[in-house]
């Protein structure tokens, strides 16, 4: 058995957990440039049967296209001593995907999770695959922003981290559950984060019904990842065995998360960037490269050790439940905010 820790990444997990990988249809949510599921679907198609990228519009989702047609490696540069990702044009070396990976099998999906008419077209588009699907990675996210409200009503990160993957994952299950055998079972991954610890709990009432005089984009940031972890624990165990689901944390990293200018105010006032817009290493964050960040949504999706883990919590590519929130590991919460999601995205989920 191998021991994937802080330092691991992506590529060196898919290495080692290939023989997994070979043969399954992944589905990976978010796949933009410079973002952990672009990291991960980039190691994740040398070995796939088929990879399904994601994006929230046509023209996001062909920068990623491109990106994975000229097999684009993205790699960390090592800036005064500080391991963080940073990418300009003359250190991005493209590779021809047809040299690199000449079996790889790409396709693209248009999701838009704030919307959930968005994700119930592209939930149908899922279902007319003639493939089962194997393993999905809810890897999408809203940045942290201002007060903003969704066409359904809903506020903008809740609806994007939580209530958009759950009518997804919900409307896909016959898709999923399909490629459980007697020897795999298929796998649902919520990237979640460390920072789930900033609040005390979701406050389902504003679930429901946001409200801009109370809003925080930091605490509901918090409760949105708080919501998937809940979500991955609570699938896990409505499933029965059908389904294993995990959740994690990738770590603190430099990617278009961070740098996005509606997350700046928010960020420099938690003290997580500096002025100048870089992660700021005097924090008490262990950054971590973008490889390695990336490494922790391979294990959770294809690692062995976890088959009896199952609804587990990782750090660092292991399993960690002792890391998390008393808020977020109880399971009568888990029920109720399963129960609220359904009410809220009309569907009723196993």
Wanted: proline fraction near 5%; hydrophobic fraction near 45%; include cysteine.
């Amino acid at each position: 058995m191998s021991t994937f820790g802080f330092h691991t990444t992506a590529e060196e997990a898919t290495t080692v957990l290939a023989d997994e990988i070979k043969g399954k249809n992944v589905l990976i949510t978010g796949t933009s440039v410079n973002g952990l599921g672009f990291e991960a679907s980039r190691a994740v198609a040398k070995h796939a049967n088929l990879l399904i990228i994601t994006g929230y519009n046509a023209e996001r989702l062909k920068r990623s296209e491109v990106a994975f047609t000229a097999a684009i490696d993205l790699f960390s540069l090592w800036e005064n001593g500080h391991g963080f990702l940073t990418t300009t044009p003359a250190k991005i070396f493209p590779k021809w995907l047809k040299q690199e990976i000449p079996n790889a099998n790409i396709r693209s999906l248009v999701l838009d999770l704030a919307s959930l008419a968005s994700v119930r077209t592209a939930a149908a588009e899922v279902n007319a695959y003639k493939e089962d699907i194997h393993v999905l990675i809810n890897n999408a996210a809203s940045s942290v922003c201002g007060f903003k409200l969704t066409q359904d009503g809903y506020e903008q990160q809740i609806a994007t981290d939580h209530l958009g993957p759950f009518l997804f994952t919900a409307l896909i299950l016959p898709k999923i559950i399909a490629s459980h055998s007697a020897t795999f079972t298929p796998r649902v991954v919520y990237v979640a984060s460390g920072a789930h610890k900033w609040c005390d709990g979701i406050k389902f009432a504003e679930m429901e019904h946001p409200d801009a005089s109370t809003y925080k984009a930091m605490t509901v940031y918090a409760q949105a990842k708080t919501a998937n972890i809940l979500t991955a624990s609570e699938l896990t165990r409505r499933a029965g065995g059908k389904i294993n689901a995990y959740s994690l944390t990738p770590g603190a990293i430099a990617t278009n998360f961070v740098s996005k200018d509606e997350a700046r105010d928010e960020l420099l006032a938690h003290g997580i960037i500096t002025e100048d817009g870089k992660p700021n290493m005097s924090a008490p964050l262990p950054w971590k490269t973008l490889p390695e960040g990336a490494a922790t949504l391979v294990t959770a999706a294809f690692d062995p050790a976890l088959n009896d883990k199952p609804g587990c919590y990782l750090v660092h590519s292991a399993e960690e439940n002792h890391s998390v929130a008393p808020h977020a590991s109880d399971p009568i919460q888990a029920e109720k905010l399963w129960t609220l999601s359904e009410r809220l995205v009309g569907v009723k989920v196993l």
